[in-house]
């Protein structure tokens, strides 16, 4: 299953039923766990582990080092889960020493072409990025969020889980967990209640969300004013509490 032109580094190391498609190159240090298929002309480098049954489409690249001026070599990593469907032109960098040295990617993720993630990204599981979102480095991306096409996300920023972008978004500081967001820069623009219904979130936990979203974006409130109700709406209903904790982690403030 691998094709007579691709170029397998003797010391990578292939799973099960792994397929490797023409003039694709693997490096020797990346490891490809069972079922995943590798289209043409795709270059897989760095230390990058991939597991199983990955779908990768023709002229990504892979653990490539990442475009950082301070990087020097450093032997950091890439991993990327299972499930995960990668399309075409995607560029996936490797860690850098000045973070935990890792980027990650992890399951079922449907990450559309030309989509870049820096190095030291963190993107969890089941997420959507539409062509061309853009992570700068070190950004973190909570489980369901979905990124519209062309959104751009700087540096060190956060978005929550279930969040949405709109097209063409850019992103300067954190998006809360269930916000929808759109503009340059992005603003936030009701909750994702559409999303959260389809994920099965019960009428009562979208009446806590709303509740929750109007303590944040509607009644005034500072930012330390409306943490402290949140936390207290946390205790009635539980889904605030992602939230909440959002909150109380977030270092460059959130969108407005």
């Known amino acids: 299953m691998i094709h007579e032109t691709a170029i397998v ?3 990578a190391q292939l799973g099960v039923n792994v397929s490797i498609g023409p003039y694709s190159i693997i490096g020797e240090h990346v490891q490809i ?3 995943t298929t590798v289209a043409a002309h795709v270059v897989i480098s760095g230390h990058t582990t991939i597991g199983c ?12 080092v990442p475009q950082d001026k301070k990087y020097a070599g450093e032997p950091t990593r890439l991993e990327i889960g299972d499930r ?3 399309r075409e032109f995607c560029t996936f960098n490797l860690g850098t020493v000045q973070d935990v040295g890792v980027t990650r990617v992890g399951n079922d993720n449907w990450i559309m072409a030309y989509v870049h993630l820096a190095h030291d990204c963190q993107v969890a599981n089941n997420t ?3 062509n061309n979102a853009s992570l700068a480095g070190h950004v973190h991306v909570g489980d369901y ?18 969040v949405m972008t709109g097209i063409s978004s850019v992103v300067f500081k954190d998006i ?3 916000v929808m967001a759109a503009g340059q820069p992005a603003a936030p623009h009701g909750l994702n209640s559409e999303g959260l219904k389809r994920r099965g979130f019960t009428p009562a936990a979208l009446a806590g969300l709303k ?7 509607r009644e005034g409130l500072s930012f330390s004013e409306a943490q402290i109700k949140l936390s207290e709406l946390a205790l009635e209903v539980p889904e605030v509490a992602l939230m909440s904790d959002f909150l109380a982690q977030s270092e460059r403030g959130i969108i407005r």
């Open 9 to 11: 580094h003797p010391g």
């Open 33 to 35: 766990g069972d079922g």
């Open 53 to 64: 049954d990955n779908q990768i489409f023709q002229f990504c690249s892979l653990g490539e």
């Open 84 to 86: 995960n469907i990668i």
């Open 128 to 130: 959507i990025f539409a």
């Open 145 to 162: 969020a979905i990124l519209g096409g062309f959104t751009g996300v700087h540096q060190f920023c956060k978005i929550g889980a279930h």
């Open 176 to 178: 809360p967990p269930y």
């Open 211 to 217: 509740r929750a979203y109007k303590i944040l974006y």
